[in-house]
């Protein structure tokens, strides 16, 4: 595993994982751009790969915030940093790691995979905003539950498989104590 060096150990816990299906109902999406603008003015600390499209806005949203964020690639870390991520960069408030070599200039659905076992490992708790039925996102998160690791979706119908399997349902109101 390929950590970029130089951060703070602030970027190592707490950390909250985030996990988003690509398609995803808009009531949870909307309920996930309140969750990201919460985090971002209470400085909460978040991981994930953010390449689904909700994963994605809510970085951007978290990137006008104040918490640190890391970012997990499925490839290298070879590439250049998106614009939109140089500032906080910059600032020291997110930092880019990956499980592979820089070499690696392409991603996988296997790769995918493989970045966010990283991310869940990298996390303190992980939340799911919405697992697709019989999607690699819902497979994950069923395997973290089996292992009794603790994972958390919002309570929504479409995450009633979820939370049949023991998910727990996200207290908007706790934004610190991850």
């Given at each position: 595993m390929e950590i970029e060096t130089g951060f703070p150990p602030l970027y190592y816990g707490p950390l909250i994982a985030l996990f988003c299906s690509r398609a995803c109902p808009a009531a949870l999406?909307?309920?996930?751009?309140?969750?990201?603008?919460?985090?971002?003015?209470?400085?909460?600390?978040?991981?994930?790969?953010?390449?689904?499209?909700?994963?994605a806005e809510m970085l951007r949203v978290l990137l006008r915030g104040r918490g640190p964020l890391v970012v997990v690639l499925a490839l290298g870390l070879g590439g250049r940093?998106?614009?939109?991520?140089?500032?906080?960069?910059a600032a020291g408030r997110l930092q880019l790691v990956s499980p592979f070599a820089d070499t690696v200039k392409r991603a996988s659905r296997g790769?995918?995979?493989?970045?966010?076992?990283?991310?869940?490992?990298?996390?303190?708790?992980?939340?799911?905003?919405?697992?697709?039925?019989?999607?690699?996102?819902?497979?994950?998160?069923?395997?973290?539950?089996?292992?009794?690791?603790?994972?958390?979706?919002?309570a929504?119908?479409?995450?009633?498989?979820?939370l049949a399997a023991g998910?727990?349902?996200?207290?908007?109101?706790?934004?610190?104590?991850?």
């Open positions: 999406i909307l309920r996930a751009h309140d969750l990201a603008r919460a985090w971002a003015g209470a400085g909460v600390g978040v991981v994930g790969g953010f390449h689904s499209p909700t994963e940093v998106p614009r939109q991520w140089q500032a906080a960069q790769q995918a995979e493989k970045r966010n076992r990283m991310v869940a490992d990298l996390a303190t708790r992980v939340l799911v905003l919405y697992a697709a039925p019989e999607s690699s996102t819902e497979r994950l998160a069923l395997e973290w539950l089996a292992a009794g690791r603790e994972v958390w979706t919002l929504h119908g479409a995450n009633a498989a979820l998910a727990r349902a996200w207290d908007a109101t706790q934004i610190k104590g991850i």
